[in-house]
């Protein structure tokens, strides 16, 4: 019979890779909470509608990347290809302004986008972002990013840069536009056939092409870092004087325009040269209108998303070189070994020792090669002779070394002795 497969660019983590995912993970909570961000969990899908008013008609996202189907009732649904839009739909949702504010959020989970698959690329992925809803004051700014630096330092990810930028307010934007598309439209000719469709739909994100040509052709475009209102430009300069002061560091890139539509202000992308043409590793920035663009009250936010698969790959090899590891193999043999060892292997394990047995295994001899392939510390060695002496034999799978124990309490024993693994 035909095999059936996986579905093109969406990966199975398998249990060796999955000791990998937890350190990031676990250390994306950590240092969430450590900032004073709470955990959130929304839906993997929504309707359609979320997804096209939040995130903007005319994106990659939305134009191309989505998938949509329709429920049974005929009712427009998407997988959902980002959490921001999820995670502001669910604070207007349940009325949570109503709360004090500032509340920050952060999620960690599948995301899914129709992608052409490619390290690094895929189409489930998974990212953490956080999100930061009720102040405007740059500080909040300043916490993400270094929240976001702070994470990818720990995990000792290699050379990345934080690139920063600023996209004004939506009026700055407005009169950004017509100088911007003057320039554009004399340079036309050279620009790729998607970017000369953007120029009517989201000329900014001509800016942001990764076509080499596009990018020559824009290399002296008016930048809109020198089009800012007085606001902007003092919310920027105080942004960057407090990256700064906490030690972060950043480069101005004045093209970096990000894909989606609900950003305004701080715009910022951390990137690495590790990760070869999907050079991102997360980005994000502020989003003040977002929250009342989905019919919610007026509440400034600031948030980002980084993306695990890419962090996973630029993991040095060193910090999760470990698998997942045992403390005790349980060689049990014998009729009175085989029946007590059932018991000890229990008594081990609701101690919070982990502690593992090969059932097939009826001699010591296959006992002990299965340990010593197991991961296990130790073996203990449980047989007719042992049971009539009531003791086990503890093995160090490492040294070899053995010595003898009683088995009644053994268990409280060996916890007194090494409390967990
Ligand atoms: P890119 O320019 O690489 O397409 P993006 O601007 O679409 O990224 P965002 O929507 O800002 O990305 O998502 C934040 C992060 O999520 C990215 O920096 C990246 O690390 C990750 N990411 C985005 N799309 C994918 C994908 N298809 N596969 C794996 N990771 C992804
Ligand atoms: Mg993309």
Request: hydrophobic share 40%.
């Amino acid at each position: 019979m035909d095999m059936i497969k996986s579905i093109k660019g969406v990966k199975d983590i398998l249990p060796e890779e999955t000791p990998r995912w937890r350190l990031i993970e676990d250390a994306a909570r950590r240092w969430s909470l450590c900032f004073g961000y709470q955990e959130i969990r929304i839906p993997i899908f929504e309707l359609t509608a979320l997804f096209a008013r939040s995130i903007g008609a005319a994106t990659d996202i939305v134009e191309k990347e989505m998938y949509t189907f329709p429920d049974r009732d005929g009712t427009s649904l998407t997988l959902r290809p980002e959490g921001t839009a999820g995670t502001v739909r669910a604070f207007i949702e349940h009325n949570r302004a109503a709360n004090p504010l500032p509340q920050k959020y952060f999620y960690i989970g599948p995301m899914f986008r129709h992608e052409r698959p490619q390290a690094g690329r895929l189409r489930q992925f998974h990212q953490f972002g956080v999100e930061s809803f009720g102040t405007s004051d740059p500080r909040a700014d300043v916490e993400v990013i270094t929240l976001l630096w702070r994470l990818l330092s720990d995990l000792a990810l290699p050379d990345l840069t934080l690139e920063m930028n600023s996209l004004g307010s939506s009026g700055d934007r407005a009169a950004y536009t017509p100088i911007l598309l003057s320039f554009l439209s004399q340079r036309e000719p050279q620009l790729c056939a998607n970017c000369r469709r953007r120029m009517n739909t989201n000329p900014l994100r001509v800016l942001d092409c990764k076509v080499p040509e596009c990018r020559a052709a824009t290399e002296e475009a008016p930048q809109l870092t020198s089009h800012l209102s007085p606001e902007a430009r003092l919310h920027f300069d105080h942004v960057l004087a407090g990256l700064t002061a906490v030690g972060v560091p950043y480069r101005l890139n004045p093209r970096l325009v990000r894909g989606l539509d609900y950003y305004c202000l701080t715009s910022f992308e951390i990137t690495s040269t590790h990760l070869g043409a999907q050079n991102a590793v997360g980005a994000g920035g502020r989003y003040d209108g977002l929250v009342e663009t989905l019919g919610g009250p007026s509440v400034p936010a600031v948030g980002f998303a980084v993306g695990l698969e890419r962090v996973s790959l630029m993991l040095p090899e060193t910090s999760s070189s470990f698998g997942n590891e045992y403390l005790y193999y349980v060689a049990a043999f014998g009729e009175n070994g085989t029946r007590l060892g059932l018991v000890l292997l229990d008594e081990l394990r609701r101690m919070g020792l982990s502690s593992l047995c090969d059932y097939r295994a009826t001699t010591l001899k296959a006992h002990l090669r299965q340990a010593d392939r197991s991961r296990c510390h130790y073996a203990i060695l449980l047989g007719d002779d042992e049971a009539a002496r009531g003791s086990i034999i503890l093995r160090n799978l490492e040294s070899k070394a053995q010595e003898e124990l009683p088995l009644a309490g053994l268990s409280s024993l060996l916890k007194s002795r090494r409390p967990s693994l």
